[in-house]
């Protein structure tokens, strides 16, 4: 097969889903010391999906996150280690230290933000295409989701209307298999969810959310869909989290040995690197010297947010509401 991205886009691509993957390993290990405040929900696992979509847009084009949100902001641009600082609640965070692990948000990235709400996301996501068709400037957004949102009315709602407004928007649905310990198996009537997608009148397709390119190359034809003014599309990627729903969650509802095996099996940066080094796009060098930077700007995120200042004590009315 001939090379789809040139070996620099590979190897951002790369880069970017290592991020992801090392950022949520090395929060496993800091959780439980203490020192991160409020809830973490980890998304190693499903970084081939944040980073295939995220790679076909620009720096214009928008996402809305869900509570699982680290991987779709490292996608998007928003640098290590002020996420870092947010996540540790302190000042030099993306969002002041005052928004954590489920609030982050970076609108000079096109990051519009993670969302405690689940199924809050893709209103939003139509809101910000709403404005984009109406302005005619050809950006797109885009709303992540979660097996679960998609059985949310506000999902629905938004859908219908993206549909009858015909606005620039993707609604990704990231299927790992479970809404907090419910499987989606039981949780979803209609078991397929593209199809469900479909009946709100747009196209809908299911892609493996484990391959980079199978993600990448179904993402690149919605948005270039969006972009030329024929409205939105659903993609509905499979795969599965390697962590539990949030951090310290005991996974009862889970086999003993289903993580191991879907980490032998579903690894998406296993399969990225087996197939870039095969074909004989990437050397493997070139993919552990980017693994090794990687894990040196981790450490040093990590040693600098917990040396870092927490929000000063005045702070802590301010960014409650905004001016337009
Ligand atoms: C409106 C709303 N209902 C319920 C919850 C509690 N809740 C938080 S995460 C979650 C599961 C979401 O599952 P899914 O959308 O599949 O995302 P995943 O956690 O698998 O990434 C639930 C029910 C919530 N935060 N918001
Ligand atoms: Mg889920």
């Not at 090395?26 to 980890?42: Q, S, V």
């Amino acid at each position: 097969m001939s090379q789809p991205l040139s070996a620099e886009q590979l190897l951002g691509a790369w880069r970017r889903m290592v991020t992801i993957r090392e950022f949520e390993e090395r929060l496993h290990r800091e959780m439980p010391k203490g020192m991160i405040p409020g809830f973490t929900h980890l998304y190693s696992g499903q970084e081939a999906i944040a980073v295939g979509v995220c790679d076909t847009l620009d720096r214009e084009d928008v996402i809305v996150s869900t509570h699982r949100g680290h991987g779709h902001c490292l996608a998007k641009g928003c640098e290590v280690k002020p996420m870092m600082q947010e996540i540790y609640g302190r000042a030099g965070g993306l969002c002041g230290g005052k928004g954590g692990s489920m609030h982050i948000a970076d609108f000079s990235k096109g990051m519009l933000g993670a969302n405690g709400i689940v199924g809050g996301g893709p209103p939003l996501a139509t809101g910000a295409a709403l404005a984009f068709r109406n302005l005619g400037n050809r950006r797109v957004s885009v709303g992540f989701g979660g097996d679960g949102s998609a059985n949310q009315g506000t999902v629905f709602e938004a859908m219908n209307m993206a549909v009858v407004l015909k606005v620039p928007t993707l609604f990704v649905f990231e299927n790992n298999g479970y809404s907090e310990n419910t499987a989606a198996d039981y949780a979803i009537g209609a078991r397929d969810l593209a199809e469900r997608c479909a009946a709100f009148g747009m196209p809908a397709e299911t892609g493996d959310g484990t391959d980079f390119f199978d993600v990448y190359e179904r993402t690149q034809r919605a948005v270039e869909r969006a972009r030329n003014g024929e409205g939105p599309s659903s993609l509905v990627f499979t795969c599965t989290r390697f962590f539990g729903h949030f951090e310290g969650d005991p996974q009862k509802y889970r086999a003993a040995d289903e993580v191991d095996t879907f980490r032998q099996t579903m690894d998406c940066l296993s399969k990225f690197r087996d197939r870039v080094t095969g074909e004989g796009w990437l050397e493997e060098a070139a993919l552990q010297q980017v693994h090794d930077e990687v894990l040196a700007l981790i450490d040093e995120a990590v040693e600098e947010a917990m040396a870092a200042p927490l929000p000063d004590l005045a702070t802590l009315t301010t960014d409650v509401y905004t001016t337009y």
